[in-house]
């Protein structure tokens, strides 16, 4: 073999910090706070308070390896830590605070956090678990002196008081790009929560990803606001790809499900770019219709984590003109798999075909290998008809779960089994049909739970569908569409259904519609088909 003569600096998040606080030293961070309101800093500024927060992680005694965890909305200081922390060698192990109680607890003591830093508000959720946490040797409140509460906790000090007395000059350390950088569990809707152990090297390759024209398109010019959670899967890997380019980071905090609160400041700071799950764009939507508001400054949004629907599509397009991508991917991706850009006239134009294009996951990410696979392991044709499971592998796809060596979801060739069934077209381009556990057969063919929701949310007095399929004695299931209404809003099932005929195959009209004022909903807002099941397990189909 012939050697490249080239250098072999190593990829790491320290390298990002390093080229972001020259390059891009001016770049904005804008936060909002419980104790600072809306507060504006440099990326200097940011980083050299991140290396403070190093010398006091340093001075507390963490070494390269060690987990320090994060219980927090996004913000300044959880920017902080996620540079701080990973910066050291040491992981930067982000907990989502929506999981159960006992889940915390559990994550907490499986990944071995030696300190806690925690949000004001998370603080009597851990004021319960403290006497089970033994392993952790100190909370940190990310605050400032003023806004620490009287707690149970023995020893809490705030964040500012921390990292005060620090010096923002640190002996950072020369890592290993294939060393650990962060941490997130799965939300585990069977079993314990999963931990997915990013490493510096998969972060950096998938910021450059994400930063890509055809993915985010992030530039220096924009100003990107993440809605999804630092606390969900790096909130997409966006802190870092918007320090790599040097575009201005608007953190919203923890009003991130507040339409008024994300209208305001899109406006007040000229948000262009902005990322988060479907939900947070119907509180958005739902704020904009009520209050007669239009959105100004926004071009466009990327939606993810579920399938997005074709009504938030066209309200965004038609009243605000702000394009939005659907794009694919799940914790164990880092999350970016595929993402739909528009490439081709006919897949831009206008109107409902492009919605309806729109409407699926997308093109595979460089870096991001994808195949169909069927049941009986044979690989699917690139047909936009065959289904099977989406398998995927590349360098920011895991290969492992932390700790849990026997919990692997991967075949023998090393390809990652997402538990997602698609199908994959000629022109590449992927769409999820369902879960693999939540699929339904309906006379030996497969309907889609996802389709059929989407569909059923077209209809304007529906806010949220959810389709189960249920035994039924010929077909061996029919599809039970569970459907939330609009406030104010109504439509009988017979009318629904109706409805339906025309906008879906005659055989996945569902056998019955059932109406609940809520579905159930996992800590990642994804709608919980296991507790739905349970719910609906003593249900029986009308007689036909
Ligand atoms: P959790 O921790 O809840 O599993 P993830 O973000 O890892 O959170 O969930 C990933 C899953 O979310 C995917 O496997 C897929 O089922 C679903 N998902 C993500 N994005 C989409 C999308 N655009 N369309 C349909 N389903 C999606």
Redesign the pocket.
């Known amino acids: 073999m012939l050697n490249g003569l080239m250098m072999d600096t190593q990829l790491t998040v320290n390298s990002i910090r390093d080229f972001a606080s020259q390059v891009h030293a001016a770049s904005e961070l804008v936060s909002v706070t419980g104790d600072g309101g809306v507060q504006h800093f440099s990326y200097a500024e940011s980083f050299a308070r991140a290396g403070q927060l190093a010398n006091a992680l340093l001075q507390a005694g963490i070494l390269a390896g060690d987990r320090v965890a994060t219980l927090a909305w996004n913000d300044h200081r959880h920017f902080e830590l996620y540079y701080g922390i990973s910066g050291l060698g040491a992981v930067c192990h982000t907990i989502n605070p929506r999981l159960f109680p006992e889940q915390i607890q559990y994550i907490i003591n499986h990944a071995e956090d030696r300190l806690l830093f925690v949000d004001p508000q998370f603080l009597p959720l851990l004021e319960k678990l403290a006497d089970n946490l033994a392993g952790v040797e100190q909370i940190i409140l990310l605050s400032d002196d003023a806004h620490v509460p009287d707690s149970s906790i023995p020893g809490l000090v705030s964040y500012e008081s921390f990292i005060g007395a620090h010096s923002a000059a640190v002996p950072w350390p020369e890592l290993d790009e294939r060393s650990a950088s962060s941490l997130c569990y799965?939300?585990?809707?069977t079993g314990n929560p999963k931990g997915v152990l990013y490493s510096h090297r998969s972060t950096v390759l998938h910021a450059y990803a994400g930063a890509l024209p055809d993915s985010l398109n992030l530039s220096g010019r924009d100003v990107v606001m993440p809605i999804v959670p630092m606390f969900?899967?790096n909130a997409w890997g966006i802190p870092y790809s918007a320090a790599m380019v040097g575009a201005k980071l608007v953190l919203p905090g923890a009003r991130m499900g507040d339409g008024k609160a994300l209208y305001q400041l899109i406006e007040s700071e000229g948000v262009t770019v902005s990322a988060g799950v479907p939900t947070v764009w119907l509180a958005l939507l739902a704020y904009l219709q009520a209050s007669g508001q239009t959105l100004t400054r926004l071009q466009r949004i990327i939606?993810?984590?579920?399938?997005?629907p074709v009504s938030i599509m066209e309200d965004f397009r038609e009243r605000h003109g702000v394009q939005v991508i659907?794009?694919?991917?799940?914790?164990?991706t880092s999350?970016l798999g595929t993402i739909n850009t528009p490439r081709s006239a006919s897949e831009a134009e206008p109107g409902p075909l492009r919605d309806k294009l729109q409407a699926l996951?997308g093109r595979p990410v460089f870096g991001v290998d994808l195949r169909i696979v069927a049941a009986d392991g044979n690989l699917q044709p690139r047909d936009g008809k065959a289904s099977g499971e989406v398998q995927v592998r590349g360098p920011w796809i895991c290969s492992g779960y932390f700790g849990r060596e026997s919990a692997t979801s991967h075949t023998t060739d090393g390809w990652f089994k997402?538990?997602?069934i698609a199908t994959l077209s000629p022109a590449g381009i992927m769409h999820?049909t369902d879960?693999v556990k939540d699929v339904i057969k309906s006379g030996g063919e497969w309907i889609s739970s996802?389709d059929l929701e989407n569909a059923a949310v077209g209809h304007p007095a529906i806010r949220e569908a959810a389709v189960i399929g249920v035994p039924h004695p010929r077909w061996t299931e029919r599809p039970l569409l569970i459907a939330v209404l609009e406030a104010g809003k109504n439509v009988s099932a017979a009318d629904l259904l109706a409805w339906l005929e025309g906008r879906i195959a005659r055989w996945w009209i569902p056998a019955d519609v059932q109406f609940v004022a809520e579905l159930p909903h996992?800590?990642?807002g994804?709608l919980n088909k296991v507790a739905l099941r349970e719910q609906f397990k003593d249900y029986s189909l009308p007689p036909e």
């Open positions: 799965t939300s585990g809707t969900h899967v939606v993810g984590g579920a399938a997005c659907h794009a694919w991917g799940m914790t164990e999350p996951q997402t538990g997602d999820i879960r996802i996992t800590a990642t994804k």
